[in-house]
């Protein structure tokens, strides 16, 4: 009977190894919605700052369209999108890139074409 906690911990670890970490979730993106997604690098906090600070003046101005903002710092979500490195950010709507912004930036260039986004259906030219 002592064995049994050990018995399950090694068939979790068994199930849980076999799972391959190439086949990662699919994100929940509502298609009827303008998605705002932030990818973020757990080391380059410092220049997120900019980012930062334009979401927040988005949550203001436009609190409906940043409800479903996502914040993904999993590399795997970065090459699913074509982002290079964080940070960076994109305005996703029919499975069709609005916006995407990637790099240091300021402020005004992140608010002023994600502002835009949310007042139009077409996509907008790509930083």
Avoid: W
Wanted: charged share 30%; aromatic share 12%; proline share 6%.
């Amino acid at each position: 009977m002592k064995a049994f906690p050990l018995y399950i911990l090694v068939l979790v670890l068994v199930v849980t190894s076999s799972c391959s970490r190439d086949n990662h979730d699919k994100l929940p993106l509502d298609k009827n919605i303008k998605q705002v997604i932030f990818f973020s690098e757990e080391n380059q906090y410092e220049h997120e700052a900019a980012y930062y600070d334009a979401l927040i003046e988005l949550k203001k101005e436009y609190p409906n369209e940043m409800e479903n903002l996502m914040v993904l710092s999993e590399k795997e979500y970065f090459d699913d999108f074509d982002i290079p490195s964080g940070p960076a950010l994109i305005v996703i709507y029919k499975e069709e890139i609005m916006v995407k912004i990637n790099g240091d930036v300021s402020k005004d260039q992140i608010f002023k074409p994600v502002s835009q986004a949310f007042s139009t259906s077409k996509p907008l030219k790509a930083n």
